[in-house]
T-cell receptor, first 117, second 114 residues
Framework: DAGVIQSPRHEVTEMGQEVTLRCKPI?????LFWYRQTMMRGLELLIY????????DSGMPEDRFSAKMPNASFSTLKIQPSEPRDSAVYFC???????????????FGPGTRLTVL | AQSVSQHNHHVILSEAASLELGCNYS??????LFWYVQYPGQHLQLLLK??????LVKGIKGFEAEFIKSKFSFNLRKPSVQWSDTAEYFC????????????FGDGTTLTVKP
């Protein structure tokens, strides 16, 4: 398996522009997570999906952020309009629920390094 | 609500020294526990995990962790660190009623001096 795939790996954009980050989870996984990592705030969970349905988006910083999962093999995180404080590494992760309410580890993608000028 | 506390923000060791990183969690029910490692410039990868059974769990690269239920702890250990262990280490917990959502600790940065 190729693992979790994210694109682009690096994105440099100007303030006010729309940014779309993409994620392909591991085939068969039923959970998908979006995280943001910065030196100042560490690792933050933004939103996660179960079977393509958003379960908890309380970590999404503001209305400029939105995420979708139209099918089991694809998710997007969109920032519109982008601001310099959105500069961070954005990770996507996926996992597979186990039996009897047992949850397995998350597999992280390589991340997208976003720089907003 | 579940929470995770990692006691050490930054640990500096010399090669061959022993390592122990603390992790305490707060959750009243059954938990699954994980340690992840993030090497510089890379993504998080699983080191080891505990679901049930033997509370002493062995992971990759010589790491192990011990689940002590009475202390709500899951400390990470390695008897002899190497320079290549320089990384950030995250403890994470999933409670059995938390619908798959992991809670991560703030991370501990380990620097191993050659």
């Amino acid at each position: 398996d190729a693992g979790v795939i994210q694109s682009p790996r690096h994105e440099v954009t100007e303030m006010g522009q729309e940014v779309t980050l993409r994620c392909k989870p591991i085939s068969g996984h039923d959970y998908l997570f979006w995280y943001r990592q910065t030196m100042m705030r560490g690792l933050e969970l933004l939103i996660y999906f179960n079977n393509n349905v958003p379960i908890d988006d309380s970590g999404m910083p503001e209305d400029r952020f939105s995420a979708k999962m139209p099918n089991a093999s694809f998710s997007t995180l969109k920032i519109q309009p982008s601001e310099p404080r959105d500069s961070a590494v954005y990770f996507c992760a996926s996992s597979l629920a186990g039996a009897m309410l047992s949850y397995n580890e998350q597999f992280f993608g390589p991340g997208t390094r976003l720089t907003v000028l | 609500a579940q929470s995770v506390s990692q006691h050490n923000h930054h640990v500096i060791l010399s090669e061959a020294a022993s390592l122990e990183l603390g992790c305490n969690y707060s959750y009243g029910g059954t938990v699954n526990l994980f340690w992840y490692v993030q090497y510089p410039g890379q993504h998080l990868q699983l080191l080891l995990k505990y679901f049930s059974g033997d509370p002493l769990v062995k992971g990759i690269k010589g790491f192990e962790a011990e689940f002590i239920k009475s202390k709500f702890s899951f400390n990470l250990r390695k008897p002899s660190v190497q320079w290549s262990d320089t990384a950030e280490y995250f403890c994470a917990v999933i409670g059995n009623t938390n619908a798959g959502k992991s809670t991560f600790g703030d991370g501990t940065t380990l620097t191993v001096k050659p």
